[in-house]
């Protein structure tokens, strides 16, 4: 929404000023999120120079001879995979993905010199050819291709690298035709076989992004390139097919309208517009030689357009109760992908038989053996406290044992990947903390980051942080931040990339003072120093140091949230002691890796929520200062999504670099 809309959404009473401007603000933290002037310029730039390393390529490119050729492509493509990561590093993620896409769009280029050098083309074959004519011998360059491309989105992610890799699949439903015909005589038939060769391929292609689309539905659209040329290389196929029946041309309008109605389903667009004008065609071929004399037909046709109009009056008048009604039988998986592509009850109605026969014959094989529980923190710990505390009522409520399997190191890294590469049949689960969203905001993981290659179930426990000093050093936050301009004050954190560290220069740059931070091994060896006076302030967990600050031994300044805690009523929010905006919340939830059944999810997020709320798991969780989430997957994919952009923004703006 843009700021227009959501000033209206003000007048009307829907959300306050406040919630608007930090609406917009989160928004400013998302440049991929808007399309302006900068992103014509980058896109622009960046399509001008992938057509100077293909459709635009001169002749004069042979000149460099065959090896000659090979080591400048080279080079290129270490310079745009340099530039990639130097981007990337600087949170330029659009020319990020650019520079990334022009590494791809080099592969071919390179294997066609080296192909020229060993001699498998003559001297004199124009590089720009691959561009132009259909040949099989091209296969080489578009296997090398995907399999570059798919290495480097496993290594970056950028969305636009999908247009080369949808581009490549596109030359190769082409290419591959007359290999598999190079053998047919009859030349009348291996053209017809290539149409359906381009048929399939397309069909594959399409499903291909479908599945794409189910696996990113929580993040960026990968699957817009592959969509439009999947749905390309299916209708050029389609439409190039000779039709001797009216049987045959109505069954090609038919399949057009299912186009249209997919289109609706998925929200792409590619698919009404083929279809269209396949429709389109098909009238046209009615009205100018079935029903060319007859006077009947533009009236008929008439009604039948205002027909289809009157259903979609009646559609919109009722669509948020039938869309609410369909959509509750829908596998989780679908409802995300509809829901992130904005599409409604349509979609329910049309997939309600694949998700009533998919999720009953999930739910039925589901749990069938032990399932365990990774959690990124060693025995004894509060998150392994909460994983077993929740790891007993799952064990209760599904009739299988679960273990907790501690992997403590690297952030949580350790345990993510773990959890990442375990089979995606919902019998393991991940206790994500706030240190593996931080973690991809800081330095993102291909294997294993949330929302990605692990998927969100539900989210635990939320726990803010309170800032602590010792209490010679002052009494309110206005006064710590009046002393420590002078720069003489220091901070506890438990290292570089932690929740403290991370809140701590947050300070720092909101409020323009300086302060030394002081690492730790962890947040029980800060204590004794803090309340020893050798180091001054700390941003912790309140469990931690509701005793001493009862006892007088430190001060607690502000909490960082939203509302003030139960365990110490008298100690203001970060807002009410003069620093608004910074909100620190702790947090752990459960996440399965990708590819895992909506079924099961369903099952776990069902249990997970009455875990959650049992009375004495509830009373446990408050009495340390912390409260229940207990959301949808769909809200914790929401959140996880707003945290890291927070602690991203936080991150550039304090200049912090990966270690």
Request: hydrophobic share 50%.
């Amino acid at each position: 929404m843009n700021k227009a809309e959501l000033e209206g959404a003000v007048r009307q009473g829907i959300i306050t000023a406040d919630q608007a401007e930090r609406l917009l603000a989160f928004a400013a933290a998302r440049p991929e999120a808007r399309f302006s002037f900068v992103h014509v310029l980058y896109y622009l730039g960046g399509m001008i120079a992938i057509g100077a390393m293909s459709l635009f390529m001169t002749l004069a490119w042979n000149r460099l001879g065959g090896w000659g050729g090979f080591a400048t492509a080279l080079c290129y493509i270490v310079l745009f995979l340099a530039l990639t990561h130097w981007t990337e590093r600087r949170g330029l993620a659009i020319p990020a993905g650019i520079m990334a896409t022009l590494a791809v769009v080099t592969v071919p280029l390179a294997v066609f010199s080296a192909q020229v050098a060993l001699g498998h083309w003559s001297g004199d074959r124009p590089y720009r050819d691959y561009h132009v004519y259909i040949d099989w011998r091209w296969l080489m360059m578009e296997f090398a291709t995907l399999a570059a491309g798919a290495i480097l989105l496993w290594r970056y992610r950028f969305p636009f690298m999908l247009m080369p890799i949808a581009v490549t699949l596109w030359y190769m439903s082409m290419d591959l035709a007359p290999f598999l015909t190079q053998n047919v005589q009859n030349m009348e038939l291996a053209w017809e076989m290539r149409k359906w060769v381009s048929l399939y391929f397309g069909i594959a292609t399409v499903l291909l992004a479908f599945w794409v689309d189910v696996r990113s539905r929580a993040s960026r659209d990968y699957a817009f390139w592959l969509y439009i040329f999947g749905v390309l290389t299916f209708w050029g196929g389609l439409s190039s097919m000779r039709s001797d029946s009216e049987l045959n041309k109505f069954l090609y309008c038919m399949i057009n309208l299912g186009m249209v109605l997919v289109g609706g389903v998925l929200g792409r667009r590619v698919f009404a517009v083929f279809g269209g004008i396949g429709i389109a065609s098909y009238l046209g071929y009615l009205s100018w030689k079935v029903f060319r004399d007859s006077l009947i037909f533009p009236f008929a046709l008439t009604l039948l357009g205002l027909a289809v109009i009157a259903v979609g009056v009646l559609w919109q008048r009722n669509e948020a109760r039938w869309s609410a009604h369909l959509r509750a039988f829908l596998p989780a998986a679908l409802r995300e992908l509809l829901e992130a592509r904005a599409v409604r009850s349509l979609a329910a109605l049309l997939l309600l038989p694949l998700a009533l026969w998919s999720g009953s014959a999930d739910a039925q094989a589901f749990p069938s053996r032990q399932m365990r529980i990774v959690v990124p923190a060693p025995a004894g710990s509060s998150p392994d406290i909460r994983a077993r505390q929740i790891g007993t009522r799952l064990a209760e409520a599904l009739g299988q044992p679960v273990i907790v399997d501690n992997r403590p190191g690297a952030n949580g890294m350790i345990a993510a990947r773990e959890a990442a590469k375990a089979a995606a049949d919902g019998h393991t689960m991940f206790l994500a903390l706030i240190n593996n969203a931080i973690g991809d905001a800081l330095k993102p993981d291909p294997c294993c980051r949330l929302n990605y290659e692990l998927l969100p179930v539900s989210r635990f426990t939320m726990t803010p942080l309170i800032m602590v000093v010792h209490p010679s050093v002052a009494t309110t936050l206005k006064e710590f931040i009046e002393k420590a301009k002078a720069g003489n004050l220091t901070y506890a954190s438990a290292g570089a990339g932690s929740i403290g560290s991370l809140v701590g220069e947050w300070v720092k740059v909101t409020a323009g003072i300086k302060v030394l931070e002081v690492p730790y091994k962890g947040v029980n060896a800060e204590i004794p120093d803090l309340v020893g006076g050798q180091v001054t302030a700390s941003y912790i967990v309140p469990q931690v140091v509701v005793a001493p600050i009862k006892a007088g031994k430190l001060r607690a300044l502000a909490v960082a949230g939203p509302a003030r805690l139960a365990l110490l009523p008298d100690v203001p929010t970060t807002a009410e002691a003069g620093l608004p905006g910074i909100e620190a919340i702790v947090w752990n939830g459960i996440f399965v890796p990708a590819g895992t059944p909506a079924a099961a999810i369903r099952v776990l997020h069902r249990e997970l929520v009455k875990a959650y709320n049992a009375p004495e798991v509830k009373s446990q969780v408050e009495a340390t200062g912390s409260s229940i989430a207990a959301d949808t997957p769909e809200e914790f994919a929401a959140f996880v999504r707003a945290e890291s952009a927070k602690w991203a923004k936080v991150i550039r703006d304090a200049g912090i670099k990966p270690q």
